[in-house]
């Protein structure tokens, strides 16, 4: 156990389901990241969360909306996805925005049908 | 900007011959540098970081990585290869502020 716990572990949806992916961390850290990991192709950031305010978003499609209501947890609201949008994502959290290095949650692997 | 490249897409090697997995960095200045592995299914897990000090940094699982300022590389490395050490490695330097960049990843497969 990293300290930093996804839930699901594994999800499969429809492309009209609208789904949630949940991120906590119990390390005290006050940056929070989604990364978007498939196949073949480098690890991609998606969102940056610090101190809750979102610092970066890669161009990432609408039908990926993050929230982060604390320092704590940080969501994934999915909506409409398309097939190729199933990959693993992963949370990562770190004291400070990368310096110290990230801790990173066992990811969440998503299948859109 | 900071990046790093592993030229490698995957490393075969015996078990218990040596293991090195190959990371180079273009930065200016005085990079931070880190290892990650992934297991099948399984998030990013830290093995070890360079910030300053020895050029030998020792980290988990029996590995260590030698930070080479001349040749900037960080290449990871150990003694003796096992079976359980097959997984996915990524290089990492922090750039901007404060942002870590991963390498495409190298994947490692010992042969029993």
Known sequence: ?113 | AQSVAQPEDQVNVAEGNPLTVKCTYSVSGNPYLFWYVQYPNRGLQFLLKYITGDNLVKGSYGFEAEFNKSQTSFHLKKPSALVSDSALYFCADVYGNNRLAFGKGNQVVVIP
Request: with cysteine; net charge neutral.
């Open chain 1, 1 to 113: 156990e990293t300290g930093v716990t996804q839930t699901p572990r594994h999800l499969v949806m429809g492309m009209t389901n609208k789904k949630s992916l949940k991120c906590e961390q119990h390390l005290g850290h006050n940056a929070m990241y989604w990364y978007k990991q498939s196949a073949k192709k480098p690890l991609e950031l998606m969102f940056v969360y610090n101190f809750k305010e979102q610092t970066e978003n890669n161009s990432v499609p609408s039908r990926f909306s993050p929230e982060c209501p604390n320092s704590s947890h940080l969501f994934l609201h999915l909506h409409t996805l398309q097939p190729e949008d199933s990959a693993l994502y992963l949370c990562a959290s770190s004291q400070g925005e990368g310096g110290y290095g990230y801790t990173f949650g066992s990811g969440t692997r998503l299948t859109v049908v």
